[in-house]
């Protein structure tokens, strides 16, 4: 990473070949990508500091990588389009509003995003070596993260915030000196291992738990989300439904389906609003916000985002179109 405090710079062009070699240079991963039609362009934004790094992407052509094991770990926030990541078994699609892990220390991964604008924080193996030495004083087993996803939504709230405490740094440039890049870079550190599971924090679930995140309980969780989406569920009602435990649910949802049950829930549901809105008459008096509030979205702006990301087009012009 840079010598310097902060340098903030921008990429633009419309070559796939040079935003190849654009991410190649800042992820060390294998890219291939398409060039973008005429007007539009690739566009990276990058904030490199000694300790850490803050990448902001526009991608607005489809674009696969292969990356080989380092050790940094990459936490990516979608602001739009979709991205696809493997890394062993654990694999997950995401769109608007999901934060995972790009990439984690000495794993090789693979995947593809589509029109993606997002961004991501890239963090040194080191750092979270210390952070875990902190959170495990007793070193007693060795950092590993088990899941793509944040613990649950109030944890992937919790990064979010850091991540605009860290983004608000980045736009100090050069200005932002040591004395604040260093500590800002423990507690990125420390809240990647108190939002995503791991074992040095505690997040490894417990031997039942583990053995009750089948494929099976997945499959059925999804079956009873699928069926009741129109009623007012959480998490606690899909366990009790399936008879396991909140965190055995969550675990199996991360380890088989690379999400978790409250995102399915919410994708589920923005397709019966997707449904409704096609189905709807707007001349007899059906609005956008009325159908997003029967389906649980209350915020007509966070629900047209989604909306957008996962149809391609506006509530809006879906219901009069």
Known sequence: ?????????????????????????????????????????????????????????????PLAFTKEPRDD????????????????????????????????????????TVDLYASAITLPGALLTRAAALADPRGGRPLRFTGLTPVDRRHAAHWDRVRAYARSVCDLGTEAIPLIVSPLADLLAGAVLQVFPN????????????????HSTAVRATAYIDEHAHTDIGLADIADAV?????????????????????YLRRVRLAHAHSALKAADPFAGATVTRIAAQWGFLHTSRFSAAYRAAYGQSPRDTLHG
Do not use: N, W
């Open 1 to 61: 990473m840079s010598g310097k405090p902060v340098q903030p710079a921008e990429a633009r062009t419309p070559s796939g070949d040079e935003a190849r070699s654009l991410m190649q240079a800042a992820y060390g991963r294998r890219f291939s990508a398409q060039d973008v039609p005429r007007g539009g362009a690739y566009v990276i934004r990058h904030f490199d500091t000694p300790h850490f790094a803050y990448r902001e992407m526009v991608l607005p052509a």
């Open 73 to 112: 770990l990459v936490v990516v926030r979608v602001v739009g389009g979709r991205a696809r990541r493997t890394l062993g078994r654990q694999q997950g699609t995401f769109a608007a509003g999901d934060i995972f892990l790009g990439h984690v220390p000495d794993r090789p991964c693979h995947g593809f």
């Open 199 to 214: 074992t040095a924090a505690g997040h490894e679930p417990s031997l039942s738990d583990t053995r009750d995140a089948t």
């Open 243 to 263: 008879q396991v435990t909140p965190r055995a649910l969550q675990y199996a949802f991360r380890r088989h389906l690379g999400t978790t049950p409250m995102a």
